[in-house]
């Protein structure tokens, strides 16, 4: 992964997921310095404690794209519908959480979970929902762009199952 220390004593640390076909450093370099304040000012001048940890997906086939190689966290066989074909998905939804999840335990050896953020951005963020929802320890926050929730479905019946609501409710 890309990590870009913090510039005062360590407080926080991000781990930040990019999207399909993209990787840690393209995606954290044209994250850090988008200007998040109207004088232009980017997230490293606002959190001058944080760590910011961009992975990279692992190279995969993809099933959208004619079976082209390229970085994806989990195989997709539709863009319109990321339902479509879940059992695709499986094996890269296992083997991206398990890498998620060491660098978050990584990260646990200098600070408690409660000084980490996750987030991500369109597939990197339903990478990480997934993995947030498998934690056994609560995270600082949660940073959601413009992604979606993989397998709604069973989620929603496993809720349903349980207390006879929907994620509708």
């Not at 296992?94 to 335990?105: F, L």
């Not at 479905?153 to 496993?158: H, K």
């Amino acid at each position: 992964p890309v990590v870009i220390q913090p510039t005062s004593t360590h407080t926080y640390t991000f781990v930040l997921l990019h999207g399909l076909g993209s990787n840690g450093d393209k995606f954290g370099r044209e994250f850090l310095e988008t200007g998040v304040s109207s004088e232009g000012k980017t997230l490293t001048t606002f959190f001058l404690g944080a760590k910011f940890i961009f992975p990279t997906a692992k190279w995969r086939r993809s099933s959208a794209f004619g079976r082209a190689r390229l970085t994806q966290w989990f195989n997709i066989y539709s863009l319109k519908d990321p339902s479509q074909r879940q059992e695709l998905q499986l094996e890269g939804f296992s083997e991206s959480a398990v890498y998620i999840r060491s660098i978050i335990s990584q990260e646990m050896e200098t600070l408690p979970p409660g000084k980490i953020i996750l987030g991500g951005l369109s597939q990197g963020c339903a990478m990480s929902l997934l993995v947030l929802l498998s934690l056994e320890f609560p995270l600082y926050a949660y940073i959601s762009m413009s992604g979606w929730l993989p397998s709604r479905g069973d989620i929603d019946a496993i809720i349903s199952d349980r207390d006879g609501d929907t994620l509708e409710d």
